[in-house]
């Protein structure tokens, strides 16, 4: 069965820390992992798309880390803000158009 | 930005009442998602389409829920009856070919009493 796990649950920072969100995956085969944002009550947000043959990507202050080989996914943010408090969900994409969401990692920053 | 336009935000509605809930997908988009988005089930996929025909809504009850594209820039989906487990946030997210790159609309909260 295709999953996909995210840790932690929760993570609470101070204001301008850095911190990783994990994200681990059985789907198989595999096509893409995607990394949201979500603002609490708005649509996710995409931050990173990576394919198997890539295994970083950067976007601002967010850098997302992909090993196909062991099949799991970080995000890193660095230098938080405020504004970083949301849900980030990591979604894996096999074929024919099936997806695999996680079920996100709640940040809250702290000033 | 272009962006995927769902309509209503909000919608309160008693149980047993129909609800249509309408997406307007990002001009040129060939695949178009529900998901419906609770505390406890998270994203559940409920159906997705691809040149405007249905490819999969195995998520979707089928006794009560419908999903249609009558036409490439508009998807509904319909709740007939609704009923208060109903109640959640439910997504349109379309994308090009594939499933590389969605786009989330901002969702329709409901809410069924």
């Known amino acids: 069965k295709n999953q996909v796990e995210q840790s932690p649950q929760s993570l609470i920072i101070l204001e301008g820390k850095n911190c990783t969100l994990q994200c681990n995956y059985t789907v198989s085969p595999f096509s893409n992992l995607r990394w949201y944002k979500q603002d609490t009550g708005r649509g996710p947000v995409s931050l990173t798309i990576?394919?198997?043959?890539?295994n970083t990507k950067s976007n601002g202050r967010y850098t997302a880390t992909l090993d196909a080989d062991t099949k799991q996914s970080s995000l890193h943010i660095t230098a938080s803000q405020l504004s970083d408090s949301a849900s980030y969900i990591c979604?894996?994409?096999?074929?024919?158009?099936?997806?695999?969401f996680g079920d996100g990692t709640t940040l809250t920053v702290k000033p | 930005d272009a962006r995927v336009t769902q309509t209503p935000r909000h919608k309160v509605t008693e149980m047993g009442q129909e609800v249509t809930m309408r997406c307007q997908p990002i001009l040129g988009h060939n695949t178009v998602f529900w998901y419906r988005q609770t505390m406890m089930q998270g994203l559940e996929l409920l159906a997705y389409f691809r040149n405007r025909a249905p490819l999969d809504d195995s998520g979707m009850p089928k006794d009560r829920f419908s999903a249609e594209m009558p036409d490439a820039t508009l998807a509904t989906l319909k709740i007939q009856p609704s009923e208060p487990r109903d109640s959640a946030v439910y997504f349109c997210?379309?994308?090009?070919?594939?499933?590389?790159?969605?786009?989330f609309g901002s969702g329709t909260r409901l809410t069924v009493v």
């Open positions: 997210a379309s994308a090009t070919d594939g499933n590389y790159g969605y786009t």
């Open positions: 979604v894996v994409s096999g074929d024919a158009g099936k997806s695999t």
């Open positions: 990576m394919t198997f043959s890539e």
